[in-house]
T-cell receptor, first 112, second 113 residues
Framework: LAKTTQPISMDSYEGQEVNITCSHN???????ITWYQQFPSQGPRFIIQ???TKVTNEVASLFIPADRKSSTLSLPRVSLSDTAVYYC?????????????FGTGTQLKVEL | DAGVIQSPRHEVTEMGQEVTLRCKPI?????LFWYRQTMMRGLELLIY????????DSGMPEDRFSAKMPNASFSTLKIQPSEPRDSAVYFC???????????FGSGTQLSVL
């Protein structure tokens, strides 16, 4: 299973763009990259998922280089409500058991 | 849809007692996951099921923990006997199929005194 490494914490200010990078050097061919957001006292919530290049939805963008050994979650113009823990997951999307293991996550703190 | 439903939301028990946590996945989802979250260890995958069959329980800490999924709409995680170090938030999550996103319940906050 691919292990992920993320920064423990990041600080930002309202209105700024935040980029959180995740390393997953031993990602497998079948693995997708998925990001989740967790607020205190809640379960994690799906943000975005991708396999390669770039994916964009209404809340974030996900950039994945050609070698897929890392990925970057980009949050445009963050607000105070984006303060949360962000998890990068690399999951077996094929027949290997689809075990999904969360890493330590990145605590993002957004200030005024 | 009501989402993934977990009960109880909070459980306080004494060491040695049996604890049963319950989960109702989203209808139509065929994978179910049990996670445990603590400050020290983060989010740990305990066990997951596909089509009601346990696929990997290597994350279950020890024999005191057991999980069942008797049908597609219900799963239990049981701890017997419970110990103070089992205190944590236990999350259940489900997804419709392999490769799709997880939907998490609100969790059960377990305190073992």
């Amino acid at each position: 299973l691919a292990k992920t490494t993320q920064p423990i914490s990041m600080d930002s200010y309202e209105g700024q763009e935040v980029n959180i990078t995740c390393s997953h050097n031993n990602i497998a061919t079948n693995d997708y990259i998925t990001w989740y957001q967790q607020f205190p006292s809640q379960g994690p919530r799906f943000i975005i998922q991708g396999y390669k290049t770039k994916v964009t939805n209404e809340v974030a963008s996900l950039f994945i280089p050609a070698d897929r050994k890392s990925s970057t979650l980009s949050l445009p113009r963050v607000s105070l409500s984006d303060t949360a823990v962000y998890y990068c997951l690399v999951g077996d999307n094929g027949g290997g058991g689809n075990k999904l293991t969360f890493g330590t996550g990145t605590q993002l703190k957004v200030e005024l | 849809d009501a989402g993934v439903i977990q009960s109880p939301r909070h459980e306080v028990t004494e060491m040695g007692q049996e604890v049963t946590l319950r989960c109702k996945p989203i209808s139509g989802h065929n994978s179910l996951f049990w996670y445990r979250q603590t400050m020290m260890r983060g989010l740990e995958l305990l066990i997951y099921f596909n089509n009601n069959v346990p696929i990997d329980d290597s994350g279950m800490p020890e024999d005191r923990f057991s999980a069942k999924m008797p049908n597609a709409s219900f799963s239990t995680l049981k701890i017997q006997p419970s110990e103070p170090r089992d205190s944590a938030v236990y999350f259940c999550a489900s997804r419709i199929r392999i490769g799709e996103k997880l939907f998490f319940g609100s969790g059960t906050q377990l305190s073992v005194l």
